[in-house]
């Protein structure tokens, strides 16, 4: 039976210490107390493969390692703080701190406008407290939550996040986690919820030793990163305990609000309580026992419906998924590209099915997958979704990097945003996207060992095949190319930069004065390279007619009853557009012609009636 005690290294009243480490494949297991005293002392063996003992002068700052049969250390699987990297001691963290976030509740889903950040990248600093300076102009613009690209301790300084080695440790380059606990505290001062991405599909290869530890993994099954996780298999229970309780560290210990949950596919289970079911459930509850909102929002390309049904109706129960199809339908018709995952896309039809269903795929043939593809998600509310039009995967898993700014005109990324924030779903901002950021977000790593470097670099060529994309990519490993991948926030107050920027925020204040728990009514037309939808909710009745293509197009809508004010048009000359030729106010029940410019979109209101 799992131990009440938590996993780790737990301080306690009285300079004492709880140790707890589930290691079934050690005989024994040790405390090598490093710093400040030396001393080495032994745990003492429970039920399950556990090994547990309460030490007495041991305070928090403590650097331990655990020693398997007298000849192996090896830091903590639960460390909360690894401050010499992956290789190095694990440290005692005392649990307390001065939070000052007590009447903060949490957020509802719908309300949600989420603001994805590289905490290594987006400020010069790189750190979690270099942040905080920043959240000002984030709630000025609009943004009601950030999210963290994942910062469990990974090697070196430089990495994306999905190589961390112990999910339960803030990384020492960017802070700690003394300086995540006080970036979320300031969060909530300011109002804003904090998402943090966490990575339960597997693990990174430089710093991984949980294989000496116990059956943490398993040979059933494979993940493109490597060996599977064992969730379903023998002594499973108790490798889903060590990630639900690195869920309940993040939510309960740092007060975070949401977790993002990496690539569900590559998760192996055929148990009848799946592990995502059991971690939603898990962490539903802590949340009702906090008396706080704490979200779910998993990020899947199967298209499961199930990850956001019930559990009454067979479903996992998550809160939100991530909606790569919205992403495909935008991106394509922006683009014209074909390539890869894109050439299932290209049709306005598709864009249309997205406003109204969620995913696109639905059981439909695949040419890329050459299979049919996806479950129907008609009937879920549009909440359950989170879409965008970049984020660090689709901007960092490009031959270059390249963000829409690169790949499309002004006019079309005012387009891309408008389709984004004024959809009914939660939308999703990659950092630097407000003012058309033009560095790339490249790939990049700095692992220590060469043969792991050069397997890194093989595996992002191959990555890349499918695309059909020439030529040598980035070299992960450069520290250029994490240099490169840095926003410069001084585009922010230059030319058509200052322009999207308070394009944005118009877009947002817009979402939040008439969007909140909207849901599509009608798409009325989508013959073509237009498409009009209706919208309806608290705020009222809204619509919108986006205008995917290149010239000057006259599309007849079957207007519905009412007088509709035009309260956003991208061609207007105040947004940097060539003019817009849609009148101010048009009074419904009858078919209206609209003239609509190249990439354009326009947002109408239909006035209360007196």
Same mark, same amino acid.
């Given at each position: 039976?799992?131990?009440?005690?938590?996993?780790?290294?737990?301080?306690?009243?009285?300079?004492?210490?709880?140790?707890?480490?589930?290691?079934?494949?050690?005989?024994?297991?040790?405390?090598?107390?490093?710093?400040?005293?030396?001393?080495?002392?032994?745990?003492?063996?429970?039920? $399950?493969?556990?090994?547990?003992?309460?030490?007495?002068?041991?305070?928090?700052?403590?650097?331990?390692?655990?020693?398997?049969?007298?000849?192996?250390?090896?830091?903590?699987?639960?460390? $909360?703080?690894?401050?010499?990297?992956?290789?190095?001691?694990?440290?005692?963290?005392?649990?307390? /701190?001065?939070?000052?976030?007590?009447?903060?509740?949490?957020?509802?889903?719908?309300?949600?406008?989420?603001?994805?950040?590289? @905490?290594?990248?987006?400020?010069?600093?790189?750190?979690?407290?270099?942040?905080?300076?920043?959240?000002?102009?984030?709630?000025?613009?609009?943004?009601?939550?950030?999210?963290?690209?994942?910062?469990?301790?990974?090697?070196?300084? #430089?990495?994306?996040?999905?190589?961390?080695?112990?999910?339960?440790?803030?990384?020492?380059?960017?802070?700690?986690?003394?300086?995540?606990?006080?970036?979320?505290?300031?969060?909530? *001062?300011?109002?804003?919820?904090? %998402?943090?991405?966490?990575?339960?599909?597997?693990?990174?290869?430089?710093?991984?030793?949980?294989?000496?530890?116990?059956?943490?993994?398993?040979?059933?099954?494979?993940?493109?990163?490597?060996?599977?996780?064992?969730?379903?298999?023998?002594?499973?229970?108790?490798?889903?305990?060590?990630?639900?309780?690195?869920?309940?560290?993040?939510?309960?210990?740092?007060?975070?609000?949401?977790?993002?949950?990496?690539?569900? +596919?590559?998760?192996?289970?055929?148990?009848?309580?799946?592990?995502?079911?059991?971690?939603?459930?898990?962490? +539903?509850?802590?949340?009702?026992?906090?008396?706080?909102?704490?979200?779910?929002?998993?990020?899947?390309?199967?298209?499961?419906? #199930?990850?956001? #049904?019930?559990?009454?109706?067979?479903?996992?129960?998550?809160?939100?998924?991530?909606?790569?199809?919205? +992403?495909?339908?935008?991106?394509?018709?922006?683009?014209?590209?074909? @390539?890869?995952?894109?050439?299932?896309?290209?049709?306005?039809?598709?864009?249309?099915?997205?406003?109204?269903?969620? /995913?696109?795929?639905?059981?439909?043939?695949?040419?890329?997958?050459?299979?049919?593809?996806?479950?129907?998600?008609?009937?879920?509310?549009?909440?359950?979704?989170?879409?965008?039009?970049?984020?660090?995967?689709?901007?960092?898993?490009?031959?270059?990097?390249?963000?829409?700014? $690169?790949?499309?005109?002004?006019?079309?990324? *005012?387009?891309?945003?408008?389709?984004?924030?004024?959809?009914?779903?939660?939308?999703?901002? /990659?950092?630097?996207?407000?003012?058309?950021?033009?560095?790339?977000?490249?790939?990049?790593?700095?692992?220590?060992?060469?043969?792991?470097?050069?397997? %890194?670099?093989?595996?992002?060529?191959?990555?890349?095949?499918?695309?059909?994309?020439?030529? *040598?990519?980035?070299?992960?490993?450069?520290?250029?190319?994490?240099?490169?991948?840095?926003?410069? +926030?001084?585009?922010?107050?230059?030319?058509?930069?200052?322009?999207?920027?308070?394009?944005?925020?118009?877009?947002? *204040?817009?979402?939040?004065?008439?969007?909140?728990?909207?849901?599509?009514?009608?798409?009325?037309?989508?013959?073509?390279?237009?498409? /009009? %939808?209706?919208?309806?909710?608290?705020?009222?009745?809204?619509?919108?007619?986006?205008?995917?293509?290149?010239?000057?197009?006259?599309? @007849?809508?079957?207007?519905?009853?009412?007088?509709?004010?035009?309260?956003?048009?991208?061609?207007?000359?105040?947004?940097?557009?060539?003019?817009?030729?849609?009148?101010?106010?048009?009074?419904?029940?009858?078919?209206?012609?609209?003239?609509?410019?190249?990439?354009?979109?326009?947002?109408?209101?239909? $006035?209360?009636? %007196?």
């Amino acid at each position: 039976m799992n131990s009440p005690i938590s996993l780790g290294a737990i301080p306690r009243e009285g300079s004492r210490c709880d140790f707890l480490v589930w290691a079934p494949f050690a005989s024994t297991v040790e405390v090598q107390i490093v710093a400040p005293r030396e001393r080495l002392v032994p745990l003492t063996r429970g039920s $399950r493969g556990y090994f547990h003992s309460t030490l007495d002068d041991v305070e928090p700052g403590a650097l331990y390692f655990y020693a398997l049969d007298g000849s192996r250390n090896r830091p903590d699987p639960a460390s $909360r703080f690894q401050p010499h990297g992956v290789h190095g001691p694990s440290q005692v963290v005392d649990s307390r /701190f001065p939070w000052e976030d007590q009447s903060w509740s949490g957020l509802l889903l719908p309300h949600y406008i989420i603001y994805e950040l590289h @905490t290594g990248t987006y400020t010069p600093e790189g750190t979690f407290d270099a942040v905080i300076p920043r959240l000002d102009e984030l709630r000025e613009l609009g943004i009601t939550a950030i999210e963290l690209m994942p910062v469990a301790q990974f090697p070196g300084n #430089r990495n994306w996040g999905y190589d961390a080695t112990y999910p339960f440790a803030a990384q020492n380059t960017y802070g700690g986690p003394g300086g995540l606990k006080r970036l979320v505290n300031e969060c909530h *001062k300011e109002g804003l919820a904090v %998402v943090l991405d966490v990575v339960y599909n597997h693990l990174g290869p430089e710093g991984n030793y949980l294989g000496d530890f116990g059956p943490y993994f398993t040979d059933r099954y494979r993940t493109p990163w490597g060996a599977a996780l064992n969730f379903d298999g023998p002594d499973s229970d108790e490798a889903r305990r060590y990630f639900i309780e690195s869920a309940l560290y993040w939510v309960r210990e740092c007060h975070i609000d949401a977790l993002r949950l990496d690539a569900l +596919h590559a998760i192996a289970d055929r148990s009848p309580y799946p592990f995502v079911a059991e971690l939603a459930d898990t962490v +539903h509850r802590e949340a009702d026992r906090l008396d706080r909102a704490i979200c779910l929002m998993g990020e899947s390309d199967l298209n499961d419906r #199930r990850l956001v #049904r019930p559990p009454e109706l067979g479903g996992y129960g998550l809160d939100a998924v991530w909606n790569d199809d919205f +992403h495909h339908a935008l991106h394509t018709l922006l683009t014209g590209e074909q @390539t890869g995952y894109y050439q299932d896309f290209g049709r306005i039809g598709q864009l249309a099915k997205a406003f109204r269903e969620g /995913f696109v795929y639905s059981g439909e043939y695949s040419r890329y997958r050459r299979m049919r593809h996806g479950s129907s998600s008609r009937g879920i509310p549009p909440e359950h979704f989170v879409v965008f039009s970049q984020n660090h995967d689709q901007v960092g898993n490009r031959f270059a990097g390249e963000r829409l700014s $690169r790949l499309v005109s002004f006019e079309a990324l *005012k387009l891309a945003a408008g389709a984004t924030v004024l959809s009914p779903f939660v939308p999703l901002l /990659f950092m630097g996207e407000e003012y058309g950021e033009t560095a790339p977000f490249e790939y990049f790593v700095s692992h220590s060992d060469p043969d792991l470097v050069a397997a %890194v670099r093989r595996g992002r060529a191959d990555e890349f095949a499918a695309f059909r994309w020439m030529g *040598k990519p980035p070299d992960p490993q450069s520290e250029e190319t994490f240099e490169r991948s840095r926003p410069d +926030h001084g585009l922010r107050a230059v030319g058509n930069h200052r322009v999207l920027l308070d394009f944005y925020r118009e877009l947002l *204040k817009l979402r939040k004065a008439f969007m909140t728990l909207s849901d599509v009514k009608e798409i009325l037309n989508y013959e073509g390279d237009a498409l /009009f %939808v209706r919208f309806a909710g608290p705020g009222g009745e809204a619509a919108a007619g986006f205008h995917f293509g290149r010239t000057d197009t006259s599309v @007849t809508f079957p207007w519905p009853p009412g007088t509709w004010d035009t309260i956003l048009d991208s061609a207007r000359e105040r947004w940097a557009g060539p003019g817009s030729k849609v009148p101010s106010t048009i009074f419904g029940n009858a078919e209206t012609t609209l003239s609509l410019a190249p990439h354009s979109f326009v947002f109408f209101v239909r $006035r209360e009636d %007196v």
